[in-house]
């Protein structure tokens, strides 16, 4: 029963969305300008969930664990990601940004820990995933098969990307392409259940894989095949919430990863362009391989 619920929920979301106009390029947001929707028209989704900086004094959130650091500038990131597309393809990525504090609520956590319990934030967090699951279904619409990158930022003392694939630290150690379980947890199950030529390690640390390819860039990354997994000493961030959600069988036309981005060359100004420049030579490159999709 609660499968054929949600079967009937998601049909009727998927109705809304395509009856509904979408304008490529344009920006689309609620009333409070909290959530940005940039309509793309390529097979990529990126979501900002921890770059934004309107605080709301009275519905902070004060439950236990609560994380409120901010991911500084990642929606300035986002936005040099999709000049830089424009600017070689002429065309952009899907791209929902969250302009709310964090100290308010969580885009990257479920609704009950993201809002803290605040009722008047669960407007915001409806908003936001609203805007990927739509994204998500126009993406899949026209080609089939899309890629869900969550971009976050780390202060981490090792200066690389860390590509979250949902695997821990002693997991990527450990990558084994012939452990079922690993396959299965990771955020690329999707396309390895339709692709039979690839597998888990391929897509991680092999020649095409996105941190090799961002490596060769002259940007650092973990895994990659230049960096295959991080020591045990390290601190790594292996994806969350978005991740896990967007990549589950429930979308099994959607496959990614989560960016945790260092500061320095990647979210500062002068890193910025040289980074969405080297991002979208790679993803040019990534939608060939894996997409079979040129653009």
């Given at each position: ?21 979408w304008e490529v390029g344009k920006t689309y947001t609620d009333d ?54 424009i600017a070689k393809y002429n065309a952009r990525p899907y791209i ?30 409806n908003q936001f995933h609203n805007y990927i699951d739509t994204a ?160």
């Open positions: 029963m609660k499968h054929i619920k949600l079967t009937l929920l998601l049909l009727l979301f998927s109705g809304f969305v395509y009856a509904q106009k409070e300008k909290w959530t940005e929707f940039i309509v793309g028209d390529l097979p990529l989704i990126i979501s900002v969930p921890h770059g934004g900086a309107i605080t709301l004094p009275d519905a902070l959130r004060d439950c236990k664990g609560a994380v409120t650091v901010t991911d500084s500038r990642t929606i300035e990131l986002a936005k040099e990601i999709e000049k830089a597309f929902i940004i969250s302009n709310i504090s964090r100290k308010n609520v969580d885009q990257n956590r479920d609704m009950t820990e993201g809002t803290c319990g605040n009722k008047a934030m669960e407007k915001p967090w998500l279904a126009l993406a899949t619409k026209k080609f089939g098969k899309a890629i869900y990158i969550d971009l976050h930022g780390h202060g981490h003392s090792k200066q690389r990307l860390e590509v979250g694939y949902l695997l821990k630290a002693e997991e990527l150690r450990a990558l084994d392409a012939k452990d079922n379980k690993q396959v299965a947890k990771s955020s690329m199950a999707n396309l390895l259940s339709t692709d039979k030529h690839l597998d888990l390690e391929q897509l991680l640390v092999g020649p095409d894989a996105f941190g090799t390819l961002m490596a060769q860039q002259g940007i650092d990354a973990v895994p990659s095949k230049q960096d295959k997994a991080p020591l045990e000493e390290d601190k790594y961030f292996n994806g969350g919430y978005n991740t896990q959600r967007y990549t589950s069988n429930k979308y099994p036309n959607i496959f990614g990863w989560q960016i945790e981005s260092h500061f320095k060359g990647v979210r500062d100004a002068e890193g910025r362009p040289v980074f969405a420049k080297a991002f979208v030579d790679v993803m040019g490159n990534y939608f060939k391989t894996y997409l079979k999709k040129s653009f």
